[in-house]
């Protein structure tokens, strides 16, 4: 397999852009910037720049594209990327203008590239630091291919941002959209890796040898562990495989934070999800060694938290199994029960998502964790609802979903709440058990989060179902196809803006 992602050595600089010494000069651009304000780079590209907007070459649409030379400057080339209109601006644009740099340079053999951070949007310095960081980071990655004929890969090697302002608030940023890009990355790499590669045993060797990296203690439950925890949910859908269950356990306990809160954050790692008994249509079937993207991204921020010193506890607990067809699988109409006491009637094999996050859900309790989100490609029906870009939360209370929703615009991962009213709870009422483990197709996404939500206790409690954003199934300038990385960034910004925590 080839290496799919690098992290280029990255410096930050304040001169003039005509003063950078690289291969390639990214300069964003808006698309009412008047000529004005580009004229010494359109003297340098002798009249190009103009031309190619008189013309309507170049519009600097949201993410657009236009090369040229310029002469007399210490970058032999640009690359315009457009921000589309001023008004509609947002740090994330810049973020996005970042990795379409990023990707388009590498497209064109560019291992040294710059990127010019301007200094009329507003964003203070060291926020332009983290997000262009991140973003040429994100774009330093490609989906791991195992063609034996692929030529090598190109990399950025190096990349400099011209950001002007607080210097050690430049050097924060900086610090921050690196952990963070580098962790996104980490994410993507993971769910993109087959199911026969990245099976649970695979998932939690990985998983500690990340976590040791970054200085977490880690924490692997095996199959005997877990039966002894009682973990029923957990292992009903591992019978099914020929491969044992794992949990990992990573914890973040830094000196001097104080006792609580203490951030719990659970993540679904089903490696493979055939369906088990109630078996899956053949096609598509392929596209589920993603389901344990949340688990993915709950390992990625922990050790992104760790390794930026986070001013708060942190649990991760990642729960890890396929879920498979095997003649000791578990059946539609067994009762399952769960570790805390609770009873489970499985009518389709298929909604083991939330099966294994209940009996995670409570052993992160258990650790004494007092907030919980979790994060798991559970519902079909999310992506029905809300589309392929756009992240379901669903969770108690109020306050609690508006804080992790903030989160995940400042990480630029889009979500937005859904209902999770008690109404839905009578859908999956059991005759025989304490309840059903499907709802039926109306509602699905939200009898998926109650389900879940009747193993968080009384804990503010959020689920994040990233069944749509987990995989990108076509390619943008700024994202290629494949796995996202959804969700990392936004569970660390939760994890570093804990002082807000009670001031919804
Ligand atoms: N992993 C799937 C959900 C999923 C579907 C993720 C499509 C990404 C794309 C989950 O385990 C599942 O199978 N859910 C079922 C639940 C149903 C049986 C109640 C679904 O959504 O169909
Ligand atoms: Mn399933
Ligand atoms: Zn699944």
């Not at 294994?356 to 999310?382: I, K, M, Q």
């Not at 400042?410 to 999770?420: K, L, N, Y």
Request: hydrophobic residues 45%; neutral net charge.
């Amino acid at each position: 397999m080839q290496t799919v992602h690098r992290t280029p050595a990255i410096a930050v600089v304040a001169t003039t852009s005509r003063d950078i010494q690289t291969e390639l000069l990214i300069i964003p651009i808006f698309e009412d910037d008047t000529l004005q304000d580009e004229a010494e780079l359109d003297s340098a590209s002798g009249g190009e720049v103009a031309a190619a907007r008189a013309r309507g070459e170049f519009k600097a649409k949201p993410f657009e594209l236009f090369f040229t030379a310029v002469r007399g400057w210490k970058a032999p080339r640009v690359a315009l990327v457009g921000l589309g209109s001023r008004k509609d601006f947002t740090d994330d644009r810049l973020r996005r203008a970042a990795t379409t740099g990023a990707l388009a340079a590498r497209q064109r053999g560019v291992t040294r590239m710059a990127i010019i951070d301007r200094r009329d949007t507003g964003v203070d310095a060291g926020r332009a630091a983290q997000v262009l960081a991140e973003g040429a980071i994100v774009g330093n990655f490609d989906g791991a291919s195992y063609r034996t004929t692929d030529p090598p890969r190109v990399w950025l090697e190096s990349v400099t941002l011209r950001v002007t302002g607080d210097a050690a608030a430049v050097k924060r940023g900086l610090e921050r959209g690196q952990v963070l890009g580098e962790c996104t990355n980490l994410a993507r790499e993971l769910a993109n890796e087959p199911g026969n590669t990245l099976t649970p045993r695979v998932f939690a060797e990985r998983a500690a040898a990340v976590a040791a990296a970054a200085g977490l203690t880690v924490d692997v439950l095996d199959e005997a562990r877990i039966a002894e925890l009682n973990m029923g949910l957990l292992l009903g859908v591992a019978r099914g495989s020929q491969e044992p269950p794992r949990v990992v356990v990573l914890r973040h306990q830094p000196a001097g934070a104080p006792g609580a809160p203490v951030l719990g954050l659970i993540g679904k790692g089903i490696t493979f999800d055939a369906g088990g008994i109630s078996i899956k249509p053949a096609e598509n079937m392929d596209k589920m060694k993603d389901d344990m993207s949340g688990g993915a991204a709950v390992l990625a921020a922990m050790s992104a938290v760790s390794r930026l010193q986070a001013p708060v506890r942190c649990v991760g607990v990642i729960p890890m199994t396929e879920n498979m067809p095997g003649g000791r699988a578990f059946k539609p109409g067994d009762v399952l029960a769960s570790a805390d006491g609770k009873t489970v009637e499985v009518l389709n094999t298929d909604a083991e998502g939330r099966l294994v996050l209940g009996d995670a859900l409570w052993y992160a309790r258990s650790l004494g964790v007092t907030h919980l989100v979790d994060v798991a490609t559970l519902t079909g029906a999310c992506v029905v609802a809300l589309g392929k870009t756009t992240t379901g939360l669903f969770g108690t209370p109020d306050s609690w979903v508006e804080q992790v929703r903030r989160a995940s615009e400042r990480a630029g991962d889009r979500s937005w709440p859904m209902p999770v009213f008690d109404d839905y709870k009578e859908l999956f009422k059991s005759e025989i058990a304490d309840f059903a483990n499907t709802g039926g197709r109306a509602g699905g996404a939200i009898t998926g989060a109650l389900f879940v939500k009747e193993f968080a206790g009384d804990l503010p409690w959020v689920h994040m179902d990233i069944a749509g954003t987990a995989w990108a199934e076509d390619a943008k300038p700024y994202q290629p196809k494949g796995a996202t990385g959804v969700a990392v960034r936004t569970l660390v910004e939760l994890a570093l803006g804990v002082d807000t925590w009670g001031k919804l």
